[in-house]
């Protein structure tokens, strides 16, 4: 009976041990590697991202070895879940745990940037050819005080769609290019009455889509989410209480619905008339057979049309052996040949022009939408409370107050004045630490 | 339950009265499965329509294609195997000794393994995952299932069931010389065969769908269980929700559990009826 | 020796210092630690050890990048005063204490229903537990297009029978309401299952004799069945809060707190501060907070049940 004991005990350690040996995909790390100075040395480049494919790196290692024909690319991915949050926990547990890796993809990377785990490429990507070409948006990215962490890249941002149907029912010819026309189609849409065939009502516009949707709103008629050196907020200005105030009177007036988390599953119904979005929804558009059509957003009162600048960013982990090869590998990310390649990995602004890039857009019917999308890439910033910075308590409270707004329909002055007091607040306690 | 027994008219009002129940418990279930036969912009549609009216697979081949979703099931599959193995042997084991046999620091034990049903396990991950580390097990099939090897709830629940078995027949069987470990596999463990299966359905189902743990510690691509794949559609690269890749996704997570349980449910309830087993 | 002494229903044996009883006895004690020796081991490096490093935590600066720094009881005086940890924990308590009793009430109600059931019991007992099987994410994604305001399905079937539409997600009661409904719809199956068990045991001589003596269907269910139940049901609702204090993925799915943090969760806000705000230290604390309600609870349901004097 010993020997059933023991024969059952040796059981379990084989299976133990042969899954361990033969499932790993990792190999393990081996600390200490001596930086390459030789092109054809062996080595391997650890690459965080969210996944291989999605994110290009299937091509990109192949260019890759054409110039390092012994390297491994190895990537750890992290996926795409919560907006980004995945990779970044993820990111923050390796980290923690003392993994090294070389090359990391930062959804918010300011927040990496200030913590000191990042390189500062500064010396190396101001001459790059492809930097001068980008717009202010997506150089303000890829910088912190001045200086450049990250390379920016498959930068995209919203703009107008509108609904050609809805349009034609109220008599208007042209998509909006100020914030008064669109109020004026807010109320003729209103005063007829416009449903849709199944007898649901229809809005002028919706509000829906996060801080990317509320961004344009508050810079078009003059207000600011934080001062320039994000020391404090600035949401309780004039100018940002009376462009708040601007969106509730749309949905008090009912001209767009209340915010409940539904994304575009109103604009997809048709009961939209112009909804701001990026070319992420372009295929259910056309799928759900809307007739829509893409133009850049209207301007506001400021005169200006700006919206959040969206991409993420690559950059080069501080304890990396391998940077210039880091550095090699992420300049592949935002060369042509890789943008050609993966046709939606776009960064530089100038390949928007490429006959190539074109063709394909024109194949899928998104080719509107892009023309739409270099317009507006150009009037980009980056400049929002979203990111953890300092305080990212801030960023929650922000939001709540939004949603007492636009939800509950709370007095805009003395909501934002509450909710920028409590962040000036912990921005002073954060900063003193 | 052996004999037919002549069905009233009562009875079939009665079962189809529970039909009925069913299919509205079920309503958001058979919502998925008719939405994942239908394009992008025809789900939201007003009414739904739950027969699709133009039937596409494409949302199942994108979701095989670009989400890997038969790599995901291959690994999905082997962890649970490997986790449910170990769980139902190491919790049944140590459940049935823990009340069979009689030792000093008992009490002390049962607290100590029943106080971790109290600790959500999350917060556990994160030193755990060190554990893993030096175990060198991280991103591969063991580690995905090792954290679960054991629970508080297992060993708990199969304290319960084996309390019932009646001591006499153990101790009568000690008394015709019946070794220890032939009395366990011969005569307990039929015994709790019911208990075994309702504690597998339960574990397997978890693990399953286990995704805090799988985020954690799998790194590549390749080693993806199904919900890791799961989160990975829904979400495009440009941070939107894409319900429309989540759900045939879905519906291939959910099917295999689905078709084991129905398989086997008559065996785990059959026992559970016959062996009159007190909680 | 052996003696075997036999009586009308009873054996008794007495035992004496023969070999084999001693033999028996290291076997006994040889299986006691080669099988609970490595459980203890198990669950002190995977359960024991993490709570430690958590407590340990609890007492510093942590934020994943750099190195773990002292600084006391700062963050437990933070939880005093923190605001929203005891909305987010009054939450928590309002979910579980809603959704506790309503799931068990259904979940015994259908086992009965279930049990009682002459054909088709397979059927209707596999699509019932079927919800349980449908992982909580996927489930919390359906309903959330499902409490949409204006195309979700249930408000277009409450307006095709001339009800007001509900707006479920944008309103706090109705978004606590729409939370505690997917909680219960999540757990029925499983604790049907549990009860269909309990219930099939119970002793079936006992049901025929209170018939016999005439007692009617609910004299025989709150005299007979119940309290045979009644093991079954502090169990089952030890899970069922425990469970519920922990609610997560579908709020953050279903309402992500909103609207305005009106129903964030213990667990969310913990996650919340570890992860996004890297403040490990403050979401140890929270963790550990957590785990002690739960053993609280659990302990002074198992007092009131008088678990301990069984």
């Given at each position: ?7 059952m005990?040796s059981?379990?350690?084989?299976t133990?041990?042969?899954?361990a040996c ?9 600390t200490?590697?001596?930086a ?34 012994n390297a491994?690319v190895?990537?750890i991915t ?8 995945d ?5 923050l ?16 990377g300011?927040?990496?940037f ?10 190396q990507v ?12 997506q150089?303000d990215?890829m910088m912190?005080?001045?200086k450049i962490?990250?390379v ?11 609904n ?16 008064d ?21 229809i809005?002028?516009?919706s509000f ?11 810079w ?6 934080m ?12 100018e ?14 009912g001209?767009?619905p209340?915010?409940?988390g539904?994304?575009d599953?109103l ?14 929804d ?15 957003m209207p301007?506001g ?14 950059a080069?982990?501080k ?30 602004p ?7 890039l074109?063709?394909?857009w024109k194949?899928d ?16 910033r ?6 953890p ?9 922000y ?7 636009f ?16 962040i ?6 954060a900063?003193?630490? | 339950m ?5 069905k ?18 079920l309503?958001?279930v ?8 239908q394009g992008?912009g025809?789900?939201f ?10 039937l ?11 989400g890997y979703v038969?790599q ?5 599959v082997i ?6 193995f170990?769980?139902l042997?190491?919790n049944t084991i ?5 009340v069979?046999?009689?030792?000093e ?5 049962i ?5 971790t ?7 556990t991950?994160?030193?755990v995952f060190n ?5 060198g097990l991280?991103?591969?099939w ?8 054991f ?7 199969m ?5 019932a ?7 009568s069987a000690?008394?015709?010389?019946c070794?220890e ?9 039929p015994?709790?065969?019911p ?7 339960m ?5 399953w ?6 985020n954690?510690?799998v ?17 495009s690269?440009?941070?939107s929700?894409?319900?429309s ?11 295999p ?19 009159g087993v007190k909680? | ?8 229903g009873?054996?008794?044996?007495s035992?004496?210092d023969?070999?084999a009883?001693?033999?028996r006895?290291l ?22 050890y993490p ?12 934020n ?8 006391g009881?700062d963050n ?5 005063h923190?605001?929203y940890?005891?909305r987010?924990l009054?939450?928590t308590?309002?979910i579980?204490?809603l959704s ?14 279930v049990?009682?059931?002459k ?6 007992r ?20 499902w409490?949409?305001?204006e ?7 409450l ?23 997917v ?11 549990i009860f269909?068990a309990?219930i099939?045991?119970i ?20 005299r007979?069945?119940?309290p045979?139940?009644k ?5 089952a ?14 709020v953050?799915i279903?309402t992500?707190g909103?609207?305005?943090?009106s129903?964030?969760?213990?667990l969310?806000?913990?996650f919340?501060?570890?992860?996004m705000?890297?403040?490990v ?19 002074l ?10």
């Open positions: 009976m010993k020997r059933w004991l023991g024969i005990i059981l379990v350690l084989l133990v041990v042969i899954a033969g499932n790993s995909d990792t190999s393990e790390n081996k200490g590697t001596v390459s100075k030789n092109a054809s040395d062996a080595f391997t480049l650890k690459v965080v991202a969210s996944d291989v494919k999605g994110d290009g790196l299937d091509v990109a290692t192949e260019i890759f070895k054409l110039k390092y024909p491994e190895q990537v992290g996926g795409w879940g919560n907006g980004g949050q990779l970044r926990n993820k990111q547990i390796l980290l923690s745990g003392g993994e090294t890796a070389d090359v990391g993809k930062m959804i918010w300011k927040d990496f200030r913590s000191g785990v990042i390189d500062d490429i500064t010396d101001k001459n790059w050819e492809v930097f001068e070409r980008l717009s202010d948006g150089k990215r912190l005080d001045g962490y990250g920016t890249y498959s930068n995209n941002t919203v703009y107008m769609f509108y050609k149907d809805i349009l034609a029912k109220a008599g208007i010819a042209n998509a909006p290019q100020t914030l026309e669109l109020a004026d189609l807010a109320r003729k849409i209103r005063e007829m009455n416009l449903q849709t065939d199944d007898g649901k009502p809005y002028a516009t829906e889509g996060g801080n990317w949707a509320t961004d344009y709103w508050l078009a008629n003059g207000g600011q989410q001062t320039d050196d994000y020391s404090k907020t600035l949401i309780d200005s004039p940002s209480i009376a462009a708040y105030q601007f969106m509730q009177d749309f949905i008090t007036e001209w767009a209340v915010i409940d539904s994304y599953q604009w997809l119904n048709g009961q939209v008339a112009v909804w701001f979005c990026g070319d992420w372009i295929p259910a558009t056309i799928d759900a057979g809307i007739n829509a059509g893409y133009a850049p301007k009162s400021s005169g200006e049309s700006t919206t959040s600048i969206g991409g993420v960013e690559w080069v982990f304890q990396s052996q391998h940077k210039q090869e880091a550095l090699d590998f992420i300049q592949i990310l935002v060369s042509e040949e890789f943008q050609l390649r993966t046709k939606g990995l776009v960064t530089d100038s390949l928007y022009d490429n006959a190539q074109q063709q394909i194949e019917g998104s080719f509107d939408g892009h023309m739409a999308q270099k317009e507006q890439l150009q009037h980009t980056y400049n929002f409370l979203e990111a910075f300092l305080y990212p308590e801030a960023s929650k409270i939001n709540a107050a939004l949603e007492k707004i939800v509950g329909g709370a007095n805009v002055e003395t909501t934002m004045k509450e909710a920028a007091a409590q000036n607040q912990g921005i002073e306690a900063t003193k630490q | 052996n004999q037919p027994q002549p009233s008219l009562l009875d079939v009002a009665y079962f189809l009265g529970m039909v009925a129940v069913a299919l509205f418990l309503s958001p058979l919502w998925l499965v008719s939405a994942s036969f992008p025809e789900i549609k007003v009414p739904f329509h739950w027969i699709p009216e133009r596409s697979l494409d949302n199942y081949m994108h979701a095989w294609e670009v038969g995901a099931l291959r690994n999905s962890v649970s195997v490997i986790m449910l170990f769980h042997f190491f140590s459940g049935y000794v823990i069979k046999y009689s030792f620091f008992k009490a002390a034990l607290i100590f393994i029943l106080a049903m109290m600790l959500p396990q999350e917060i991950f994160l030193p554990v893993v580390k030096s175990l991280v991103n591969s063991l580690g995905l299932a090792v954290p679960f090897f629970s508080g709830f297992g060993v708990f629940m304290m319960q069931f084996a309390r078995i009646p001591d006499e027949i153990l101790e000690r008394i015709d010389g070794s470990y032939r009395i366990f596999f011969q005569m307990a463990l015994l709790l065969k208990a075994i299966a309702a504690l597998g359905i574990a397997f189902s978890f693990i769908n286990e995704f805090a743990w799988a954690i510690v790194l590549s691509d390749q080693m993806r269980t199904l919900p890791l794949t799961l989160t990975l559609l829904a979400k690269s440009d941070n929700v894409k319900i890749a989540l759900i045939p996704a879905s519906v291939t997570a959910m099917a559990v689905m078709l084991l349980f129905f398989i086997f449910q008559r065996q785990f309830v059959a026992s559970v009826a016959s062996s909680g | 020796m052996r003696e075997r002494i036999e009586l009308p009873v054996i008794t044996i035992s004496t023969g070999l009883w001693r033999k006895k076997t006994k004690q040889g299986i006691i630690y080669v099988v609970l020796i490595p459980t203890i081991a198990y669950f002190l490096l995977f359960f024991y709570f430690v490093t958590n407590m340990v935590w609890m007492f510093t600066d942590y994943f990048l750099d190195r773990p720094r002292f600084i009881m437990i005086i933070r939880l005093f923190d605001v940890a005891w987010a009054r939450n308590f309002v579980t204490v506790t009793p309503i799931t068990l009430c259904i979940s015994l109600l259908l086992a009965l229903a049990f009682y059931l054909m088709g019991k397979a059927i209707v596999g699509a019932i537990f079927a919800t349980y099987i449908v992982s909580t994410i996927v489930a919390a994604v359906t309903f959330k297009v409490f949409n305001g195309l979700g399905y249930v408000n277009n079937v307006a095709s029978i001339g009800l007001k539409q509900i707006p479920w997600l944008t309103d706090p009661f109705w978004a606590m309401t729409a939370i505690v409904i909680s219960v719809w999540l757990l029925i199956g499983y604790f049907m299952v269909l309990g099939s045991g002793d079936s001589q006992q049901l025929e004799a209170g018939k016999i003596d005439g007692a009617n269907t609910w004299q025989l269910f709150f007979i069945t119940l045979q139940l093991p079954i049901i502090v169990f609702s030890i899970i069922a809060i425990s469970n519920y204090l922990k609610t997560y993925p579908s953050v279903l992500n909103g609207p305005y943090r129903t964030e969760t213990i969310m806000y913990m919340d501060q570890g992860f705000s890297r403040n230290g403050y979401a140890s604390v929270i963790g550990i907070v957590i785990f002690l309600i739960t053993m609280i609870i659990a302990l349901q198992l007092k009131l049940t008088k678990f301990f004097s069984e």
